[in-house]
């Protein structure tokens, strides 16, 4: 890893989206090659460096820095885990999969690929790099959310199994821990979106768990369960699981305040709620968008990614509908500000940011509809810039 990068988060960051960029692409000679069969960790350096590079349609050039690895299709989570990073994806493949790459070399370590029915290993599997499975489990989603515990602990939200699945690293092979499942909670008929929206016809109703996070202490998974309009709060150890309606489709999850506010982005409600981890009580919602309502027939604001501000109460969040990035006070139950993610003045709506994380003083904002990662100074907001991600490096990017 490069020194000076403040956690591993950031540096996998770094590492994946790090730009160099040329004034202009034809006069450089760049000639890229398809970077879609890579198989290994590559040290971008000047002799392969045209492997990776790509042209933007602007007409500049594109190359990451650093090393380079091939992941499998549609990564939403990446988590560091001890020595190790875990990328979930769960793109259009046969499996969705949770890949470990060592920190330093980004080479691939093991994967866990999870099949929704029978895993049949002796079905015959294309042979490209999203299909290389190590471990396999049969009747297992992987969704949006991940976190890794102290003990290195992975814990995957599983979407469609209505679970959360925990695994280890056993003998350099991932090993499946526990399941603790998450059953449907049913909401007022008067909240968005008044009815179940899940496939339920024969079928059982399901929480669908989406994000999870880790509490301070190590000792609870905090789950959003995006069909249930709910968050659970699950015993690790005891795997007893507490419900608490905290509004439309919660999408994401975080700590704020020292770990005293635990806050929810409502991506049907056009607000976050903050809650009180340790009583499981709402202690309010802060609207960032219009109300909802079926009075209120405009578009939504759609809040997903969340970011803590270190040592403060602050959280901002990301409004993917509108190119906004609110920031929200967890005490005051208030918003403090907007940050507008247009890439210039009177640019078309589009952004879309969808990921957010803050380093080093700057807020990081990943806007999939630009294909680029915008840069803010997380104090003043000042805009600083932005780093393209076109091509090979990550389009549509989603997440940091």
Known sequence: MEKGCLNLSVCFFMLFLNIFCADDAWSAGVSPLNTRNIKGPIHVSAENKGRVTHILPTGRIVSPVGLVNGAPNFVTAVVPVGNHVAAMANGAMRAQTITLYDQKTLERVAEIAAYKKDAKKAAPRPNDLTDLHG?????QSFFQGMVAGADQTIYAAGGESGDVAAFALRGGKPTLLR???LTWQPFPKGQYPYEYQGHHINQPRLFYPDAVAMGPHGKHLYVTGMLSNSLARVNIQSGQTDYLNVGPYPYAVTFADGGQKLVVSLWGGNGVAVIDPVTMQLLGTVRVGPPPGPDNTAAGVHPTALAAVPQSPDVFVAL???DRVAEVDTINLSVKR????RPYPDAPP?????GLTI?????????AGNNDV???NAQTGKGLGLIPTNGMVAPFPNGI
């Open 135 to 139: 471990e396999t489990i049969a009747h």
């Open 179 to 181: 399941r603790y499942p």
């Open 320 to 322: 993917a509908n509108v």
């Open 338 to 341: 907007f940050l507008n993610d």
């Open 350 to 354: 589009g952004s879309y940011p969808d």
């Open 359 to 367: 380093a080093d003083g700057k807020l990081f904002v990943a806007n």
């Open 374 to 376: 915008a840069v803010y």
